[in-house]
């Protein structure tokens, strides 16, 4: 079973930065396309970006593009979100996942596991 360990979240004030790490428990998590979701208060997950195993390919909701930057280290079994010029409305739990098919897309039922989250609070 894989697990997933979020970390880095935090308050930040509107236009500051925040980098979130999510650890994976196994180095078979290389081989996974890699997700970042969030949730708001009173709103459903939603998609932020996602990046694949095989050529690295990267995506991203319209509302993070340019802001945000997923990466990867495989040789740490880690996955990286640089969030910057962050805005009140990008509050929410953050949520890593891990997808065994390669898929780093927004249907959240492509993805195999989830972690706990970390709470992001960007105050105005």
């Known amino acids: 079973q894989v697990q997933l360990v979020e970390s880095g979240g935090g308050l930040v004030q509107a236009g500051g930065s925040l980098r979130l790490s999510c650890a994976a428990s196994?180095?078979?998590?290389?081989?996974?396309?890699m997700g970042w979701f969030r949730r708001a208060p009173g709103k459903e997950r939603e998609f932020v970006a996602g990046?694949?195993?095989?050529?690295?390919?990267?995506d991203y909701a319209d509302s993070v593009k340019g802001r945000f930057t997923v990466s990867r280290d495989n040789a740490k079994n880690t996955v990286y979100l640089q969030m910057n010029s962050l805005k009140p409305e990008d509050t929410a739990v953050y949520y890593c996942?891990?997808?065994?098919?390669?898929?780093?897309?927004?249907?959240?039922?492509?993805?195999?596991?989830w972690g706990q989250g970390t709470q992001v609070t960007v105050s105005s």
């Open positions: 990046i694949t195993w095989s050529i690295r390919r990267t």
């Open positions: 196994e180095r078979a998590v290389s081989t996974y396309a």
């Open positions: 996942a891990a997808s065994g098919s390669d898929y780093a897309g927004p249907r959240i039922n492509e993805y195999d596991y």
